[in-house]
């Protein structure tokens, strides 16, 4: 293996350490201070934000894959984590804030459509490699 992007490698590695973080904030943290629902909500953005660091971290060592497939998979996912992942934190701690929340109710399909527009166009530029 000589080849892979630096920084997607460093990006994911660097989310996968928050990601954690932000997991063991909801299993410890929060679990004393919201319903279970939220607790659940709040699990399904770790899991969904721990998938894609992890694929992204996959991605930076894909020699293969063209560098425009790559560069527009990290953005897809990217923003994918920040809006689905982001706004289902905030959803689920709405109880805790000071501020009201609904505005990211709309957020969270746009960072799911991000997300399958990310495996999409890592499909096509699989398919599109001589």
């Not at 000589?2 to 679990?31: E, M, P, Q, R, W």
């Not at 279970?36 to 971290?57: C, D, I, K, P, S």
Request: proline residues 2%.
């Amino acid at each position: 293996m000589n080849y892979f992007d630096k920084k997607i490698v460093i990006t994911s590695c660097l989310l996968a350490a928050l990601t954690i973080a932000i997991g063991a904030y909801g299993a410890h943290g929060l679990k004393e201070l919201v319903d279970a629902g939220a607790l659940n909500t709040f699990e399904t953005g770790v899991r969904y934000q721990m998938y894609h660091v992890l694929a992204l971290f996959v991605l930076g060592f894909a020699e293969k894959i063209p560098e425009a497939t790559r560069s527009w998979v990290f953005w897809f996912f990217i923003f994918g984590i920040i809006l689905f992942s982001g706004s289902i934190y905030l959803l689920s701690m709405k109880e805790l804030l000071s501020f009201n929340v609904s505005f990211a109710g709309p957020i969270t399909p746009i960072g799911g459509l991000l997300f399958i527009f990310g495996w999409l166009r890592l499909a096509y530029g699989l398919l599109t490699i001589k």
